[in-house]
């Protein structure tokens, strides 16, 4: 879809792109690509930013920016400035929650039946089929394996504590293979 884009697999929105770039020139390790960090950390950030005052309005773009704060969150851990990575990985949990991501109840996906809990609406399209749901599925528990690495490693609480409570119950299947969603959403 980078390279490539058509009408139904277009190219992600610049927050995703940005944050993928950055990537990229980081671990290129070529000097002509990394003397320019510092400029697509700037593009990466700034995007982030104008897509969060835009979210509301463009509810498609949502899990995007949630991709692109997952990667952050990663970037700077990996380039040990591990305060901007706990920023990122703190605003990847708080919009994967305030989505209700960790409320993505697949139902029977041979009858269609697709659950996802309504509330957070505002900020993420009810899926529109079963691979869409897969990314929301996907996209949580990225988001949950990212608080759940760095506790250890920033000797920090998590930000994502799993209890009895009606609002910290994690009802988000594990994923399966997307080749598996896809399977069912052809049938």
């Known amino acids: 879809a980078f390279a490539n884009p058509t009408v139904s697999k277009p190219r992600p929105p610049p927050v995703l792109r940005n944050s993928v770039y950055l990537w990229g020139i980081n671990l290129s390790q070529n000097p002509q690509y990394t003397a320019r ?21 463009r509810q498609q773009n949502t899990l995007f920016v949630l991709q692109a704060e997952i990667l952050l969150a990663y970037y700077f851990f990996h380039c040990n400035r591990l305060l901007e ?18 409320k993505v ?24 089929d079963l691979v869409d749901e897969a990314e929301r599925i996907y996209a949580w528990w990225a988001t949950f394996i990212l608080d759940k ?9 998590a930000m994502i504590n799993e209890t009895q409570e009606a609002g910290t119950i ?18």
């Open 37 to 57: 960090e510092s400029v697509f950390l700037g593009r990466a950030l700034r995007s982030v930013h104008v897509a969060l005052s835009t979210a509301q309005e």
């Open 85 to 102: 990575g706990k920023f990122h990985a703190s605003a990847a949990v708080s919009l994967a929650i305030m989505c209700n991501l960790h």
């Open 170 to 187: 994690i009802a988000t299947p594990w994923p399966r293979g997307l080749e598996k969603y896809a399977q069912v959403s052809a049938a």
């Open 105 to 128: 109840m697949s139902g029977n996906p041979q009858a269609g039946g697709q659950q996802f809990q309504r509330a957070g609406q505002a900020y993420v399209p009810l899926p529109a």
């Open 149 to 157: 690495s760095w506790v250890v490693g920033l000797s920090a609480p």
